[in-house]
C-alpha cells in the first residue's frame, strides 16, 4: 500500500475486494441535478414520477454509479488510481433513502501496462442495481521510486 492507504499496482491480486456504502438522500438527487443538469421528472417531480413504470422517484443512474467511483478512489485500488473507463448495466431503481453498497474486485491484473480490471456491483439489500467492469490505473511503487533519466 502507498502512504496514502492505496494499493499500487505491485500489491493488487486477483480476488481482492473492497466496499463502499452511501445512502442516497432528497439532497443528494437535488444536488446531482443541478450540478450535472439532468432535471429528468422521474428524479425530481413527486406527481410526474408517480406516473411512471417506477411509481415514484428514483435516483439517477449515474449518481448511483458515483458509489463505484468512490469504492475505486477510496479504497480499492484507492488513493491516486485513474479511471480508464467503466461499463454500466443498470438492473433496477434506487429510491431516495436507499443505501446502495458498491462492491469492486480485482478480475484481471496487467502490470506491464500498471492496469486492472474489476468487476463492479451496487446492491441495494440484496438486490444487484448496476453491475459492469471497470479499468483503472493505479499508483505504482517502481515509477514512484524510479529514478529520473539524466
Known sequence: MNDLNGYDIEDLEVGMTATFAKTITEADIILFAGA???NNAIHINDEFAKTTPFGGRI???MLTASVISAAVANRLPGPGAIYI???????APVRPGDTVRAEVTVSEVNR??????LRTVCKVDDTVVIDGEALVKPTSMAR?????AS
Open 112 to 117: 506491464e501496462r500498471t492496469r486492472v480490471l
Open 36 to 38: 450535472s443538469g439532468d
Open 144 to 148: 514512484r521510486t524510479a529514478a529520473p
Open 85 to 91: 473507463s467503466q461499463s454500466l448495466n443498470f438492473r
Open 59 to 61: 435516483a439517477h443512474g
